[in-house]
């Protein structure tokens, strides 16, 4: 059984930080592309972070460059993203995503994990 499994969230203050990590297993995901995608409250998921199946890129969205940082240990079947100085803005329900190459859109991502929320006091 396929699962992605996102762990790390929960409630901190503005300016500070978080990391979420989510682990795969049920198959190897080494060479899939990887992505982190959010949903606020009546809001629609918007895409936030992805990575390469080697690393070698990364992408960001506009909103959280320079702040988030995404990264993946092909060892432990496991893609992180560091949250630094956080704002209310970001507080949502983040997901990890696997999909055949690393991608912006949501629609190209084949596994999807259940999510981890994140809320961030002003």
């Known amino acids: 059984q396929v699962q992605l499994v996102e762990s790390g969230g929960g409630s901190v203050q503005a300016g500070g930080s978080l990391r979420l990590s989510c682990a795969a297993s049920?198959?190897?995901?080494?060479?899939?592309?990887m992505g982190w995608f959010r949903q606020a409250l009546r809001m629609e998921r918007e895409f936030v972070a992805a990575?390469?199946?080697?690393?070698?890129?990364?992408w960001y969205a506009d909103s959280v460059k320079g702040r988030f940082t995404v990264s993946r240990d092909k060892a432990k079947n496991t893609v992180y993203l560091q949250m630094n100085s956080l704002q209310p803005e970001d507080a949502a329900v983040y997901y990890c995503?696997?999909?055949?190459?690393?991608?912006?859109?949501?629609?190209?991502?084949?596994?999807w994990g259940q999510g981890t929320q994140v809320a961030v006091s002003s």
């Open positions: 995503a696997a999909g055949q190459v690393a991608a912006t859109r949501s629609g190209q991502y084949d596994y």
């Open positions: 049920g198959r190897d995901f080494s060479g899939y592309g």
């Open positions: 990575i390469s199946w080697n690393s070698a890129r990364t």
